[in-house]
């Protein structure tokens, strides 16, 4: 390679740094995949040999981490429109659409043969499935097309819990089937509260946004209804082997609080809102993050004390 | 003696490829302690030789 080639200051094809490629796997998104997917492995009634277990939860989370890659070799022509998201690798040139695509897919495959391998093919098919909805379903087709992408694609961030339990039991059970209803229900009014104190453009991208399609009005009855029908799943799953008395006292409390924030975003009106910058909606979401992490911590709690026979009915 | 100082492409590309023998490292030790793992389990067996093929 002759100097004039390495002295260009933009060098944006096959010359991308190992942070850029670890940046396309979205790690704040797959933070939270290892996290629910470690408390559905943990929670089953199943032991798993600990070094299987890490493995599973690893490849996991390089599957989630996949799919994002996948998501941003889509979606590069808006992420270079919206600010939020121009610096991400692709739109920033430093790493191109191809190479974004082949590393999505390679790790896509590979993780998924390796966790039916590690594990077994159920847990897998899970994997796949969740990336196959992430990338197709949500990013290809829903994303543009309607303002209830966020509700429906909201079920690939849901998966992981389900993936985890599989991992030790090798099926799918109503618990499971809980942990995922739980955050596929909570996904639209976490994501609806940031969207109503987030000045996006969304609008420029085309993206068909509930704030923007439906107006913001529309945007906090959906808040409040989504919260109304999340409450009895979160506090039903007490009274199933992943509950207890500590977690019934946990979701309680957490959606008594996030009943009153959604009470309170929709008894709102714009011009109050912006009159105190949006402070209900901006702790609201806040509450969300923290609403997700109390009861899943909870389940690991009463999964972690039932072997001393503490903390079960 | 004086050498020059690398490129900052040079230092990416040092980057790039460290990191990437890492992570292949760590995926070689991943794989033997899955091995070691499946085959010091209770239920693993060795696959019975079929006597009629010998």
Do not use: C
């Not at chain 1, 309680?252 to 959604?262: M, R």
């Amino acid at each position: 390679m002759s100097d004039a080639s390495i002295s260009a200051s933009e060098t944006p094809t096959g010359e991308a740094g190992f942070g850029d490629f670890y940046a396309l796997l979205k790690p704040r998104v797959m933070s939270l995949v290892v996290f629910t997917a470690l408390v559905g492995l943990l929670a089953a009634p199943v032991g798993v040999h600990p070094i299987v277990g890490f493995a599973a939860i690893l490849f996991i989370a390089i599957g989630g981490g996949a799919s994002g890659a996948l998501n941003m070799w889509w979606d590069a022509d808006i992420d270079r429109i919206m600010k939020r998201t121009q610096g991400r690798p692709i739109p920033a040139g430093k790493v191109t659409e191809g190479e974004a695509f082949a590393f999505g897919i390679t790790l896509a495959v590979m993780s998924v043969i390796m966790l039916g391998l590690a594990a077994n093919f159920v847990a897998a098919g899970l994997l796949a499935f969740t990336i196959f909805f992430y990338v197709v379903i949500y990013s290809m087709w829903l994303k543009r097309w309607t303002p209830q992408n966020i509700v429906i694609g909201g079920a690939a961030g849901a998966f992981p819990p389900m993936i985890g339990w599989a991992v030790a039991t090798g099926g799918i059970s109503v618990e499971s089937v809980l942990m995922f209803t739980i955050i596929f229900m909570w996904t639209p009014p976490h994501f609806w509260a940031l969207a109503l104190f987030m000045k996006s453009d969304y609008e420029k991208a085309g993206v068909p946004m509930l704030t923007v399609t439906h107006g913001r009005r529309t945007t906090r009855v959906h808040i409040l209804v989504y919260t109304l029908l999340l409450a009895p799943i979160a506090i039903g799953a007490a009274f199933t082997s992943i509950g207890g008395p500590i977690y019934l006292a946990v979701a309680v409390i957490l959606n008594a609080a996030f009943l009153k924030g959604a009470f309170d975003i929709w008894r709102r009106d714009e011009v109050s809102a912006e009159a105190d910058g949006y402070r209900t909606e901006k702790k609201v979401f806040a509450l969300s993050l923290f609403y997700l992490f109390g009861h899943f911590t909870a389940i690991l709690v009463q999964s972690m004390l039932a072997p001393y026979g503490i903390g079960s009915w | 003696m004086s050498f020059r100082e690398p490129h900052e492409i040079h230092k990416r590309r040092f980057g790039r490829n460290l990191g990437l023998g890492l992570v292949l490292a760590a995926f070689v030790a991943l794989v033997f302690g899955l091995t070691i793992a499946k085959v010091s389990n209770e239920d693993f067996s060795v696959p019975q030789q079929n006597e009629s093929a010998s």
